[in-house]
C-alpha cells in the first residue's frame, strides 16, 4: 500500500494507437488503442490526501476500419476528425470525441475508413471500437481520495471503424467512452465529500461517434456512440463518494 501526500499530478498526457484494418472478408478490424489514466493508473493500493490531479489528457486510438473488396489498407483519421476517400462518399472514418473545457482541449483519433465491397457477400466482419480514454485517474485496484482536486481533466474516446453502410453484414465499430476525471473499473474507489464535489469542476469526456448511414439495411449489432463522462464513471467495483476515514488512534495505554 502507498499513501502520498501533498502531490500535484500535473499535465500528463496519454494517446492509444490507431486500430488495425481488416484483411479481406475474413478477419475483424483492430480495436481502437486504450487510453487510460493520463494522471494515474491505479492497479495497487493508492491513498491521495490534499492532493491535485490536474490538466491531465487522453485520447483514445480510432477502430479499425473494414477493407474487403479492395484489400486496400484503410486511412487513420485525425485527432477529433474523420478520414475520407475521395472516390467513394459512403467510404468515411467516424469522428473521435472531442474534449474542451475552454482552456485546453483534446481530440480522439478519427475511425478508419472503409474501402468499397460487394454488398451481397456472405462473409461477416466486424470494424474496430475505437479506444477508451480516462484523462485523470484509471482505477482497478484500491483507491482512496482525501481532500484531492480534480480539475481541467479531459479525456476523448476514440472513433468506431467504418463498416459498410449498405449491408448488415459488414458491422461498424462503437465510439469509445472518453472519462474526464475518474475511471475505476473493477476494484474499489473512497472519496471524501470534498473530493466528490470537484469531480466535475472544468473535466470533460467526449465519447468517439459512430458510423452515418447511408443505406437502409443497419448492421446488427448497432453500434454505440460511446459515452461522455464528466466525472467518476464506475460500471464495476465499489464505491463510496461520501468517505469518512476512521479517526487516527494518538495516544493509549496497556
Known sequence: AVEISGLTIAKGLVAGAGGSASVGFYTDAGL????LGAGIWNQGTLTL???AVTGNRAAGGGGGGINAW??????PGRAGNTSTDPNYAENTGNFGGFASNG???IGGGGGG??????????FQVSAGRGGHAAGGIYNSGTLTLLGTDFSGNLAAGGGGGSGFTHSPLYYSGSGGTGVGALWSTGGSVRLDASTAATLTTGNVGAGGKIETYLYSLP???FPVVGLSIAGLHSPGGTVDTNYTPPPAILSAAY
Do not use: C, I, N
Not at 479492395?70 to 486511412?75: A, D, F, I, L, S
Open 70 to 75: 479492395e484489400h486496400v489498407p484503410g486511412t
Open 49 to 51: 490526501v490534499g492532493s
Open 113 to 122: 475508413m472503409k474501402f468499397y465491397g460487394d454488398p451481397f457477400e456472405s
Open 103 to 105: 482552456v485546453a482541449e
Open 219 to 221: 448492421p446488427v449489432p
Open 32 to 35: 481502437g488503442g486504450d487510453a
